[in-house]
């Protein structure tokens, strides 16, 4: 603790320091506007930390130029999301692609039928029910076909199984082994509105959580910006690569939730909390470790990605790395500059004081 | 001191060590060769023989297993299947199991034809009459031959019935596995309007006995809710294919109630009320309970039902013919008020009688339409046999609730999953874990070039895990899919909270700051940033659990209890091993 505290007035004097040069360096450049006095702020840090000209000094460098362009990169990013996302509502008043078990349906898994040729199902099984709005999936592991999923918009067993022998018939004895998933309508969109219900009441404890931790507005407000961006972004993604959403993947955009704070209070606590060393060194040892924990993560998603033989663990993988790619940007960019410039500002005032 | 002196005698380290020992202890891995008994059949030659219907709540490892069918030994379900077909009827069948050995007789199964002619015949009927016997007045079994009329049949033997006995592969711990690793089938149902938790708990007794009665004891049936206060059930039938389970919740559920083979009511619509309170039902004052001369203890319930008027006549039409009996076995007088005619009332649910019960003597001929029933329960010790009659009560009131539904129920969400989907789900998702573990483990081994870091945190995942499936073989939660994502979740903010740690740990020191801050400190601050995700990633689950009539409870509950062992105890226990091998 002794020591901690010796940190501590060491920054102080460090401050103290400061504040005498900018003194001696003359009242107008302290005096130009609250943007202004940012930058001094920085040339001073930087000159004070003695950097070495490595990659990391240079990328140190460049985010004490240019974090606040850096900002508008993803500002667009979180726009344009949202405009696709508008653009879907507007033309198909949903704003995601629902799978069968969130609009009401029924998938049916045909799990070892690695030789039937897909497309040539899909158009026969079409002609058998033309009132049925069928489709016809490749289920697939490491690149290679396993079997076929079948989603379909009946739900009564009599039509179940019409679809069902229809497709046996065309298989070979040992590949007619099937799992069904059906969800009725009803129960299909009153669940979706549940965890939509689910996920704000979340992410509002999230936010109430977040609040409490750090006790200040900006930096609070930043995170769950950040998860907010995180998610709607995603879910841009998502769309434009056609996918379908089920339950599992509902339950994916929660755990993003949950992924994204764990980066944003580490940032938060890094340059909000403590004092040591410039805010972009804050900022950097937090990076060090956060690009770590996300890429861990990462390296652990594109496994099951790559390796699973769930259409449900791959769509939960797929949107976990979207998510946690948009999270490397919205936290170490966006959340990064908020922060800094927040810091920035308050730190001037404590020297205008 | 050294290190390793210090790992052990860390009270963060025993107490994830005690923990670790606890949850294998829950998981209880054993080797065994042989087949689990999942269900009985209802008046199997198996259930005759003793083999008893294990409940679904049962541990796992808890089921009997067989290891011998006649002389065969018995390894795997494709044994099993081998050694019961072509089985002569009559034959006697030898089954071992671990528990037990069992006496079948192989049941023939006959084909039948009703034909339209009558034919005579001479039956044997066992009847209790009052003997004299050494100059006392006892009741005794007496054989009789009585000629009945009856339509003629021919009965064709073709073969030996099955002995009625599902299987499955012995299971090797107490993890359940959920439908989505086993196979089975999942169906929710949602009642037509909302109902009240009294009704929803008669449902759910109602469910489960009509599954039992079919032989499907392998049934978890649960209430779920969403957030907007619907309730849903969910019934879960391990291992069985949709038709089946399917053709059950479909089904109405007939229950009848004959005298001498006449229905005289039938559930839902003959019976206008059936009493569940305790001003009405429960244990019979009047009689009590009471020792038997073996040593056995019985009780005897009752409560009321009221009839419909047209089905009180048809009970005085079925019953006015009627003799009464007058002694008890040992062949006194029995008080007036419990005298019993010499027929029973015969409950039959979907054609499958379920209980017998006595009729009292001041029912006779009478068109009464308030009704009292009454049955028995035994046990070893006297609260025992109050238990199993109170038992006995709510099943046969809920069977006498059975048709009159509170509420007309439909099928909204039903899943199947092939057993064979199942094994190799299960098989893929270990395949997973594994890369997964080997690629976060290079990771980290490229960032921080310490073994050391590396196998600590390969340890802190394992103990994760381990605990995570030894809490869920402990409260009998089961591993599916949402279980599986919850569990990546968690281990994977373990994984998070770890590399937290460490850096904090390795941090300082730079030329620029030396490390400024003791262990304590450093340990502190890493706190602050695991507790706080710990805390956000809790509070984002609450809601889930709730909601969506409990489709992705598990994930929530999963999630939730992986984080809480996380931070409670392989969190400090990793920070303390950290403390002792990387300070100074």
């Known amino acids: 603790m002794v020591e901690y505290e010796s940190s501590k007035s060491r920054r102080r004097k460090e401050i103290k320091q400061m504040l005498q040069q900018q003194k001696q360096a003359g009242p107008a450049e302290a005096g130009a506007g609250t943007a202004a006095p940012a930058t001094t702020h920085n040339k001073e840090t930087g000159k004070h930390s003695h950097r070495p000209s490595t990659i990391l000094g240079k990328a140190k460098k460049f985010y004490e130029n240019h974090y606040k362009k850096m900002l508008i990169l993803t500002i667009g990013l979180l726009i344009i999301a949202m405009l696709l996302i508008g653009i879907k509502v507007a033309t198909t008043g949903d704003f995601i692609n629902k799978g069968t078990s969130l609009k009401g349906g029924t998938t049916i898994t045909f799990e070892n039928a690695p030789d039937i040729d897909i497309l040539k199902l899909m158009n026969d099984i079409k002609a058998e029910f033309p009132k049925q709005d069928l489709n016809v999936r490749e289920l697939s592991a490491t690149g290679a076909q396993l079997g076929i999923i079948i989603d379909t918009d009946v739900t009564s067993t009599e039509d179940i199984d019409a679809v069902i022998n229809f497709v046996k018939e065309k298989l070979p004895e040992s590949e007619r082994g099937y799992s069904i998933e059906t969800m009725g309508g009803s129960l299909g969109s009153s669940f979706f509105k549940q965890v939509l219900l689910a996920m704000v009441i979340a992410f509002c404890f999230m936010s109430i959580v977040v609040f409490m931790l750090f006790k200040t507005f900006v930096p609070s407000s930043a995170v769950i910006i950040c998860a907010f961006a995180d998610i709607v972004e995603t879910i841009a993604v998502v769309n434009l690569l056609g996918m379908k959403i089920s339950t599992a993947g509902i339950a994916a955009f929660l755990m993003l939730i949950g992924y994204s704070v764990d980066t944003d209070i580490l940032l938060t606590t890094h340059i909000v909390k403590r004092k040591e060393g410039t805010i972009v060194d804050r900022t950097f040892t937090a990076m060090k470790t956060g690009l770590l924990m996300t890429f861990t993560t990462i390296g652990a998603v594109t496994a099951g990605l790559i390796f699973s033989e769930s259409d449900v663990i791959r769509q939960i993988m797929t949107i976990l790395l979207i998510g946690l790619i948009f999270d490397i940007l919205n936290t170490w960019i966006q959340n990064a500059t908020i922060l800094m410039i927040y810091e920035n500002r308050k730190e001037n005032k404590a020297k205008d004081e | ?584």
């Open chain 2, 1 to 584: 001191m050294s290190k390793a002196k210090k790992l052990f005698t860390n009270t963060r380290v025993i107490i994830m060590i005690v923990c670790l020992l606890l949850a294998i202890a829950a998981i209880h891995p054993r080797f065994i060769d042989g087949v689990a008994v999942r269900s009985v059949t209802t008046n199997s030659s198996a259930l005759l023989a003793g083999i008893q219907s294990p409940k679904a709540t049962i541990a796992p490892t808890g089921r009997e297993v067989i290891t011998t069918v006649g002389t065969t030994p018995i390894k795997t379900v494709s044994d099993y299947n081998a050694a019961v077909s072509g089985l002569i009827p009559g034959s006697t069948l030898v089954i071992e199991t671990n528990k037990n050995t069992y006496r079948l007789t192989v049941k023939p199964k006959y084909q039948v034809t009703v034909l339209p002619e009558l034919e005579n015949v001479t039956v044997k009927e066992v009847r209790e009459v009052n003997a004299t016997i050494n100059g006392s007045i006892q009741l005794v079994n007496r054989t009789f031959n009585t000629t009945i009329e009856r339509n003629k049949t021919i009965a064709k033997l073709v073969g030996a019935e099955d002995i009625g006995l599902k299987v499955f592969d012995a299971p090797t711990n107490n993890l359940r596995k959920g439908l989505d690793l086993q196979g089975g089938t999942r169906v929710l149902l949602e009642p037509e309007r909302k109902i009240t938790s009294d009704e929803s708990s008669i449902i759910i007794e109602n469910m489960k006995q009509r599954l039992n009665v079919y032989g499907l004891s392998d049934v978890l049936v649960t209430e779920a809710s969403d957030l907007s206060g619907n309730k849903y059930f969910l019934v879960e039938v391990a291992g069985a294919n949709e038709e089946e389970v399917k053709e059950l919740l479909a089904k109405q559920g007939k229950f009848e109630a004959s005298i001498k083979d006449s229905v005289v009511f039938r559930g839902g619509g003959d019976i206008t009320y059936v009493c569940r309170t305790p001003d009405c039902s429960g244990i019979d004052s009047r009689v009590g309970c009471g020792q038997n001369t073996d040593g056995k203890w019985s009780c005897r319930f009752r409560f009321s039902i009221s009839l419909k008027p047209d089905a009180a006549q048809k009970q005085a039409d079925a019953t006015k013919d009627l003799a009464v009996i007058l002694y008890d076995k040992t062949g006194t007088l029995l008080p007036e008020e419990d005298q019993y005619l010499n027929e029973t009332i015969d409950f039959y649910l979907d054609n499958v009688k379920v209980d017998s019960l006595n009729i009292g003597k001041d029912l006779k001929g009478k068109a009464v339409t308030d009704i009292q029933i009454s049955g028995g329960g035994t046990g070893t010790t006297e609260q025992a046999a109050v238990n199993d009659a109170l038992t006995s009560m709510k099943r046969l009131q809920t069977i006498l609730i059975t048709g009159s539904l509170p509420v007309k129920i439909s099928i909204v969400k039903t899943d199947v999953i092939s057993p064979v989907l199942g094994k190799g789900f299960l098989q893929n998702t270990l395949l997973i874990c594994l890369i997964a573990v080997i690629v976060v483990a290079t990771i980290l081994g490229i960032r921080y070039r310490r073994m050391q870091i590396t196998l600590q945190l390969m340890v802190n995942m394992v103990s994760e895990l381990l605990m995570m499936l030894g809490v869920a073989a402990l409260i009998g939660w089961n591993i599916d899919l949402a279980a599986i994502a919850g569990i990546i979740v968690a281990i994977g903010t373990g994984v998070n909270d770890v590399v937290v740690i460490t850096d904090e740990i390795l941090a300082g020191g730079t030329k620029d700051e030396p490390a400024a801050l003791t262990w304590r400190e450093k340990i502190k601050r890493a706190f602050f940033i695991v507790v706080g995700s710990y805390l956000t990633i809790v509070v984002a689950m609450v809601p889930l659990y709730f909601a969506g009539a409990g489709l992705l409870k598990g994930f929530a509950i999963t999630t939730i209890i992986g984080a809480t062992l996380g931070i409670l105890i392989t969190r400090p226990a990793f920070a303390a091993i950290a403390e002792i091998l990387l300070k100074d």
